[in-house]
């Protein structure tokens, strides 16, 4: 250790501290402390000695304890089903650079599908307050919903739309989605409709939607087959030879996922039947890759990125003392109609 390198205790975590980068820079820990927290607080010169010595001794500010100084812990939780579904990664990333622009950081979790898993997450996110937290869809365990509402935590609801949110809401309306799809079809001179979706919740939805246009309509009923969520491309495939075994005449299909429905065209591609001339298809989420399939995609399109930015500007209101005028706001969808249809 050189002379001017930090000396720690045997009692010492080991850890350099604010004192440590104080010593080095030759100022007081208050000081040391106002160039880190509040550069625009100390002088040019000051602030230079402060950073070499944060330079040379690799410090990291204690951000724990500087929240529980100021009752901010400047970190936001998001919670997404599947991290690797990439229906969610605009709206992530949108979240995560609105954030960062007004120095907060994004904690990421993965609930999963179900409300267990949610539970379990929600509960140590919120032993650590973090100044907000994002969660994807409405429908939470009554014992989410009472920890969320007991902790005074800014909370955004994203990719639903109910009049009633726990705190503050960001989405879409499934069931329109699913209905306007069935309107689309219908006007195709589609007759003979299925829809294939994952088990979700929201997905559920757009389903029972769907269905009930369908009937609303005169049409036959829609035939319905339900896959595991996450959906994948090899459901999709599965699904349509399902269907086709089932010896039910269909012509038009309805996916609650991109991945289901290039699962299913590379399937029928492989069948021998035509898109679109024999049968019509509709993804959900209009992926980047919908545009570039052959033929290309009919996709829900979702505004994402634009789900992100809003839900952070959410958590960012409130964090610092605004209030949120309109506390839900819904994003809207488009059908962007394309060579499948």
């Known amino acids: 250790m050189t002379d001017d390198a930090p000396r720690r205790s045997r009692r010492s975590s080991g850890a350099v501290t604010l004192h440590d980068v104080a010593r ?61 579904g990439p229906v969610f990664q605009n709206a992530i990333q949108a979240l995560i650079q609105t954030l960062a622009d007004h120095d907060y950081q994004l904690m990421l979790g993965q609930s999963g599908y179900g ?59 499934h069931a329109e989605a699913g209905r306007q799809v069935a309107l689309l079809l219908h006007a195709k001179g589609r007759r003979r409709l299925a829809i294939i979706a994952g088990d979700d919740e929201r997905a559920s939805r757009r389903t029972s939607a769907f269905a009930e ?46 991945l289901l429905a290039l699962g299913v065209l590379a399937e029928a591609h492989s069948q021998g039947i035509a898109v679109p001339e024999a049968l019509a298809l509709v993804g959900f989420g209009d992926q980047e890759f919908a545009a570039d399939s052959h033929p290309a995609l009919t996709s829900v399109h979702i505004k994402g990125a634009a789900i992100g930015e809003q839900a952070a500007r959410f958590i960012l209101d409130r964090a610092e003392g605004r209030r949120v005028e309109q506390p839900v706001i819904d994003i809207g969808f488009s059908i962007i109609e394309r060579e499948t249809t």
């Open 24 to 84: 080095l820079a030759g100022v007081a820990p208050i000081t040391a402390s106002r160039a880190v927290n509040t550069p625009s607080q100390v002088s040019a010169d000051v602030l230079r000695r402060v950073q070499e010595a944060v330079a040379s001794t690799g410090y990291v500010p204690n951000r724990i304890a500087g929240g529980l100084a100021s009752s901010r812990s400047r970190l936001v939780a998001a919670l997404v089903p599947t991290i690797s």
């Open 115 to 173: 409300h267990s898993r949610e539970d379990a997450l929600l509960e140590a996110i919120i032993s650590r307050r973090p100044d907000g937290i994002v969660l994807t869809g409405i429908m939470h365990s009554a014992q989410g919903r009472k920890r969320l509402a007991a902790a005074g935590i800014p909370v955004v609801e994203t990719w639903d739309l109910t009049p009633t949110p726990i705190d503050m809401l960001v989405g879409f309306s």
């Open 213 to 258: 246009a369908v009937r609303s309509l005169g049409l036959p009923e829609a035939r319905h087959i339900r896959v595991p969520a996450p959906t994948t491309m090899r459901s999709g495939r599965l699904a349509l030879r399902e269907l086709l075994q089932s010896g039910e005449a269909v012509d038009g299909i309805f996916c609650s996922s991109d």
